[in-house]
């Protein structure tokens, strides 16, 4: 069974406005602790909104699962560095939607056997026998 959520997450960047962004190579930045102070997010619903979408990726996107977790911990009273960290995820989805999709097509198309592994496609190696 193959589960790809790629038209989903394309129109999730496409929802806000990060379709043209450059990807990133991490979920979060490691050094970038979230906190209760600083501006309020001026879109409460927003943020909920897409906190959500991204709660439900992490059903194929087991990748994403920590710093989604740190972002819903502030549904109640986003700030501006909580959305932040919001489009870094989608940042981060985005690159690993084009690997995805580029390994779903080379695979298809030359008919070799893969499998999705935490929102990645892995090839197996064919049976030389």
Do not use: C, W
């Not at 069974?1 to 979920?27: G, W």
């Not at 897409?50 to 911990?73: F, K």
């Not at 080379?106 to 190696?125: D, E, K, N, W």
């Amino acid at each position: 069974m193959f589960l790809n959520q790629v038209k989903y997450e394309r129109d999730i960047l496409i929802r806000v406005d990060l379709h043209d962004s450059k990807s990133i190579a991490t979920p979060m930045i490691i050094s970038h602790h979230l906190t209760i102070d600083g501006h309020l997010f001026h879109s409460p619903t927003t943020y909920q909104s897409l906190v959500g979408i991204l709660q439900y990726l992490t059903i194929t996107r087991l990748d994403i699962t920590h710093a989604v977790n740190l972002v819903s911990q502030f549904m109640y009273s986003p700030r501006e560095q909580h959305f932040q960290a919001v489009k870094i995820i989608l940042r981060y989805v985005k690159g690993i939607s084009i690997l995805a999709s580029t390994s779903v097509h080379h695979a298809i198309s030359t008919s070799q056997p893969f499998q999705m592994l935490i929102g990645l496609v892995v090839q197996q190696p064919v049976d030389q026998h």
